[in-house]
């Protein structure tokens, strides 16, 4: 009262309001007394935290500060997002109200057909499962889609600029060719083998003589009649683009190679 400028005028007064206020309720203040020094035990305990919380709340008094500017420019829009929510609630209503539809049926289809979703997602978990075991591999195979036919962690060494580097391994001997072109016709297998190094047929069955180094030699002068008697008539001169396989028709390929040059 002396530092508030009072004196002892005011005292009289001041004990007077306290004597009406507490007079008839003695025991309540009584009661007060230690519910109120059990709270202040209960501030005094927690009194690290309560300081830490004002700190808390002092820095976040100073974030909000530096964001003063943000804060407005939200508080602004915040007014058009809600006139476009009231324009469009009869269609949020409408959403709703068939979600609530799309509910029950999903619920009625869930107890009709549970049997039969339990059994097939059981019969997913082995996929799933692989798919699980197969770790990263299953990623980095999908990486080469975008990149094909080179991977994506080499695509780079490969295409620089407007050019890429590529390297192919190209089989054109003539046993190859024989097996991708000739497999299942007639002339299967001539391309392969001593006749197709050499580019000249083996002789007919019966004939003696060997396979790899006749074909080699030139070819014998026709037999001379005996004296008195006339020749024979020879054979037509064969052509050169025919090839005769015992067994088969001629078989007419221009361009046929004719064999390599005697030694």
């Known amino acids: 009262v002396v530092l508030n400028g009072g004196g002892l005028a ?54 909000v500060q530096a964001q003063h500017d943000t804060l407005n420019k939200a508080l602004e829009g ?25 509910s029950e049926v999903a619920s009625r289809v869930i107890q009709e057909s549970g049997d039969d979703f339990a059994t097939n997602v059981r019969a997913l978990s082995p996929t799933l ?43 054109i001997s003539l046993p190859r060719l024989d097996a991708n072109f000739l497999t299942g016709t007639p002339l299967a297998g001539t391309l392969s083998g001593p006749e197709g190094v050499l580019g000249k047929q083996a002789g007919l069955a019966g004939q003696t003589g060997n396979p790899l180094s006749d074909p080699l030699k030139p070819a014998a002068p026709p037999a001379q009649a005996p004296a008195g008697q006339a020749p024979a008539a020879q054979a037509p001169a064969a052509d050169p683009n025919t090839i005769q396989i015992p067994g088969l028709p001629p078989i007419n390929i221009p361009g046929l190679p004719q064999g390599a040059p005697a030694p």
């Open 10 to 63: 005011q005292v009289q007064d001041i004990t007077k309001e306290l004597n009406a206020a507490l007079g008839g309720r003695e025991d309540s203040v009584r009661d007060l007394l230690p519910q109120l020094d059990q709270l202040v035990g209960s501030l005094d305990k927690q009194r690290g935290d309560i300081v830490s919380a004002m700190e808390g709340l002092d820095r976040l008094s100073s974030t």
């Open 129 to 171: 499962k692989a798919l699980a075991d197969s770790g990263n591999a299953l990623t980095q195979v999908l990486g080469v889609l975008l990149t094909f036919p080179f991977p994506q962690n080499g695509i780079d060494n490969v295409i620089r600029g407007d050019y890429a580097n590529l390297a192919m391994t190209i089989d």
């Open 78 to 102: 915040i007014p058009p997002a809600l006139e476009i929510l009231v324009a469009q609630r009869q269609d949020i209503t409408n959403a709703l109200t068939s979600l609530g539809g799309l």
